[in-house]
């Protein structure tokens, strides 16, 4: 019998579903790994973690106590996809070093998405590995020409301060640049052929989250041969 596997992603379409369910491909042969929704992201029920020789997460504070079940014995790999550690602004101090190490401490091994966050996590674990975000430029890719030729600007993320779309707006405003914007949560998420529309209608990407790793949505507004325009985030300079 194959060892299971579970991965925990957060929204059906989203790039951390993405990136399970090509996980799930590769390592089909060896492994039985099955897909599952945290209800904290998506309406749905929690999914359980018995009878799982190994449960996979993207995000470090998912590790948390009340997350992990108190029966569950097996292996325990995770991710940290932003900077959660010393993240500082106003009410958001981050988790901060000792919750950090004592959730890393739960786990088997690590993995980050960016350089930076690989050279920030290294201190609270032997086992961290750098697995760098991809799109698929299958589907995201530009298939027809912008309707309107006068610049436009694109913003997309969560409705959250953090993610900067107060600064992008004011921006657009003052150098009168049309903004096109898409601000959902995992609880009414769109396609991500809505988001292809989008890319496939602005010229330029703005990104100007401050704590993402590697925000994916510069890498497939990239990939649909938009320029971006991003702050010192992640891997955007690599990438850039």
């Known amino acids: 019998m194959s060892p299971r596997v579970l991965i925990l992603a957060d929204c059906p379409g989203w ?3 993405a990136k399970a369910r090509n996980l799930r491909r590769w390592l089909s042969g060896e492994f039985d790994v099955d897909v599952a929704y945290r209800a904290h992201y998506y ?5 359980t973690w018995d009878g799982y020789d190994l449960v996979h997460t993207f995000e470090v504070a998912q ?4 997350v992990v ?8 790999v995770s991710g940290i996809t932003a900077h959660v550690i010393r993240y500082h602004s106003p009410g958001n101090p981050g988790y901060g070093e000792e919750r950090v190490r004592a959730w890393a401490s ?12 690989l050279e920030e996590i290294r201190p609270f674990h032997e086992r961290v590995r750098y697995c760098p975000n991809g799109v698929d430029p299958e ?6 020409d912008r309707p309107d030729q006068r610049v436009t600007f694109a913003h997309v993320g969560k409705p959250k301060a953090r993610k900067g779309y107060p600064l992008v707006s ?9 903004l096109l914007t898409c601000y959902r949560t995992a609880h009414n998420a769109l396609p991500p052929s809505h988001l292809r529309e989008l890319y496939n209608d602005a010229h330029v990407q703005i990104v100007f989250s401050d704590k993402d790793g590697t925000p994916c949505v510069g890498l497939e507004a990239a990939a649909c041969e938009n320029a971006i325009v991003s702050n010192h ?3 955007m300079k690599e990438v850039l």
Do not use: M
């Open 106 to 117: 739960r786990c088997d091994a690590l993995h980050a998405n960016s350089l930076l966050l």
């Open 15 to 17: 790039a951390w579903d």
């Open 139 to 144: 589907f995201w890719h530009r298939y027809r």
């Open 233 to 235: 985030i992640g891997n």
């Open 69 to 76: 079940p108190e029966s569950y014995r097996g292996k325990l």
């Open 170 to 178: 004011l921006t657009s405003l003052r150098l009168d640049v049309p």
């Open 43 to 47: 309406i749905g029920e929690e999914p």
């Open 63 to 66: 590790v948390q106590p009340q």
